[in-house]
């Protein structure tokens, strides 16, 4: 071996090797893992990234028996799953403009949705027909971040988007593509109708929103 080569050798084996990304259920294995992950300055996955994985493996659907294709079972991993997206953007402090630019609708409607649940908002009740201030700091925050994303999608979604023609390469992603845009077209849909019940409850919180402040910063705590 020549000096050169040895010390190309010496070189690569000094250089610090870069560790590997953590898997998404390694977070199911160790319930203090995610808290030490978002303490990093630079974790790999990213959070947004991470709310990502833990809804798509609580959405995949489960095959009986008879290998029928049956609805994401409700079980321990998976509300685990869903309790974790949540935690991760309870860290991100519900910071609606990093989530819209890191996740899709369909998953953000999954994601809050998931977060009124949690928070006991009454299912079945408008959301225009609570009222906030004699609900539980957490219920009503949550009634809130939802309604502003609702609002907020809302606008976005009359921007044109700019059309990517898809290459022989991406052709057998079509499919999945054209799924989620009907997805998110019936989630606007819905959002839509609900338009005007949803800028009513963000009117009437305006005084609210100062004394929530507190448990929006706090909310990992929380869940």
């Given at each position: 071996?020549?000096?050169?080569?040895?010390?190309?050798?010496?070189?690569?084996?000094?250089?610090?090797?870069?560790?590997?990304?953590?898997?998404?259920?390694?977070?199911?294995?160790?319930?203090?893992?995610?808290?030490?992950?978002?303490?990093?300055?630079?974790?790999?996955?990213?959070?947004?990234?991470?709310?990502?994985?833990?809804?798509?493996?609580?959405?995949?659907?489960?095959?009986?028996?008879?290998?029928?294709?049956?609805?994401?079972?409700?079980?321990?991993?998976?509300?685990?799953?869903?309790?974790?997206?949540?935690?991760?953007?309870?860290?991100?402090?519900?910071d609606l403009d990093v989530l819209e630019k890191g996740l899709t609708i369909?998953?953000?409607?999954?994601?809050?949705?998931?977060?009124?649940?949690?928070?006991?908002?009454?299912?079945?009740?408008?959301?225009?027909?609570?009222?906030?201030?004699?609900?539980?700091?957490?219920?009503?925050?949550?009634?809130?971040?939802?309604?502003?994303?609702?609002?907020?999608?809302?606008?976005?979604?009359?921007?044109?988007?700019?059309?990517?023609?898809?290459?022989?390469?991406?052709?057998?992603?079509?499919?999945?593509?054209?799924?989620?845009?009907?997805?998110?077209?019936?989630?606007?849909s819905v959002l839509k109708e609900q338009a005007a019940d949803s800028i009513?409850?963000l009117e009437v919180t305006t005084s609210t929103l100062q004394a929530l402040?507190?448990?929006?910063?706090?909310?990992?705590?929380?869940?």
């Amino acid at each position: 071996m020549s000096a050169e080569a040895a010390d190309r050798v010496i070189v690569s084996g000094s250089r610090p090797s870069t560790p590997p990304q953590t898997s998404w259920f390694e977070f199911l294995l160790d319930e203090m893992l995610l808290e030490n992950h978002l303490q990093k300055s630079h974790p790999d996955p990213v959070p947004v990234q991470l709310v990502i994985q833990f809804l798509e493996q609580a959405a995949k659907p489960s095959v009986n028996e008879q290998n029928q294709v049956q609805p994401p079972a409700d079980n321990r991993r998976n509300r685990t799953l869903k309790l974790l997206a949540l935690k991760v953007a309870a860290h991100m402090k519900w910071d609606l403009d990093v989530l819209e630019k890191g996740l899709t609708i369909p998953v953000l409607n999954m994601l809050l949705n998931e977060l009124l649940c949690v928070s006991k908002v009454p299912p079945g009740v408008k959301h225009v027909d609570l009222d906030l201030s004699t609900l539980p700091p957490t219920t009503a925050m949550a009634v809130i971040i939802y309604n502003r994303w609702a609002i907020r999608t809302i606008v976005l979604s009359s921007f044109p988007e700019k059309q990517t023609k898809p290459g022989p390469h991406q052709m057998n992603m079509l499919n999945i593509v054209q799924q989620e845009k009907e997805l998110t077209e019936n989630i606007l849909s819905v959002l839509k109708e609900q338009a005007a019940d949803s800028i009513m409850v963000l009117e009437v919180t305006t005084s609210t929103l100062q004394a929530l402040h507190f448990y929006l910063l706090s909310w990992g705590s929380v869940l």
